[in-house]
T-cell receptor, first 114, second 116 residues
Framework: GQQLNQSPQSMFIQEGEDVSMNCTSS?????WLWYKQDPGEGPVLLIA?????ELTSNGRLTAQFGITRKDSFLNISASIPSDVGIYFC??????????????FGTGTSLTVIP | GAGVSQSPSNKVTEKGKDVELRCDPI?????LYWYRQSLGQGLEFLIY????????KSGLPSDRFSAERTGGSVSTLTIQRTQQEDSAVYLC??????????????FGPGTRLTVT
């Protein structure tokens, strides 16, 4: 199956710092989604991206759909303790006969130190 | 409105037994997805439905796994003759549709399956 490379795998940061994580693929995607998952919960959708170059914000979160359509990044500004969790990217392939499934990255575990 | 719900939240079963996992999608959502998440791992696609049809079953790990959806709403994932490697969290998600701008997936809380 498709591989989404998500990095970094884990991050330990001080409260107030900015955070950046990204996903890359060898294939072209037409949709990128970013999720946050807390322990024992299902992933919660943070941001959806549908166009190459699109930059979308949701509060302190900003995500971009890469121009090449093979990557996406998520930034969190001024981190707070409740940002702790695992962040996943998910992408959907572009092109006919590629199906409608989403491929998920392996996640970035974020720890915020007060 | 109500989100995606899944039941049971936890299931412990003995190896060799069959289990059924249920998903209630958001009302009006036509597409429904099943994923499996092992401890500390990302999400593994299993199957999706558009309406009651399953165009893509490619992710089902073996013929012990099956799923159905009735009335364009509730879906059931069945695992027959469970094995210990089936232990995982099974997540369900629904989307308003499959058109380009309707593909935002909303997840349920998951069912944690433990096979002893």
């Amino acid at each position: 199956g498709q591989q989404l490379n998500q990095s970094p795998q884990s991050m330990f940061i001080q409260e107030g710092e900015d955070v950046s994580m990204n996903c890359t693929s060898s294939s072209i995607f037409n949709t990128w989604l970013w999720y946050k998952q807390d322990p024992g919960e299902g992933p919660v959708l943070l941001i959806a991206l549908y166009k190459a170059g699109e930059l979308t914000s949701n509060g302190r979160l900003t995500a971009q759909f890469g121009i090449t359509r093979k990557d996406s990044f998520l930034n969190i500004s001024a981190s707070i303790p409740s940002d702790v969790g695992i962040y996943f990217c998910a992408g959907q392939l572009s092109g006919a006969n590629t199906g409608n499934q989403f491929y998920f990255g392996t996640g970035t575990s974020l720890t915020v130190i007060p | 409105g109500a989100g995606v719900s899944q039941s049971p939240s936890n299931k412990v079963t003995e190896k060799g037994k069959d289990v059924e996992l249920r998903c209630d999608p958001i009302s009006g959502h036509t597409a429904l997805y099943w994923y499996r998440q092992s401890l500390g791992q990302g999400l593994e696609f299993l199957i999706y439905f558009q309406g009651n049809s399953a165009p893509d079953k490619s992710g089902l790990p073996s013929d012990r796994f099956s799923a159905e959806r009735t009335g364009g709403s509730v879906s059931t994932l069945t695992i027959q003759r469970t094995q210990q490697e089936d232990s995982a969290v099974y997540l369900c998600a629904s989307t308003p549709g499959l058109d380009h701008f309707l593909r935002e997936q909303y997840f349920g809380p998951g069912t944690r399956l433990t096979v002893t």
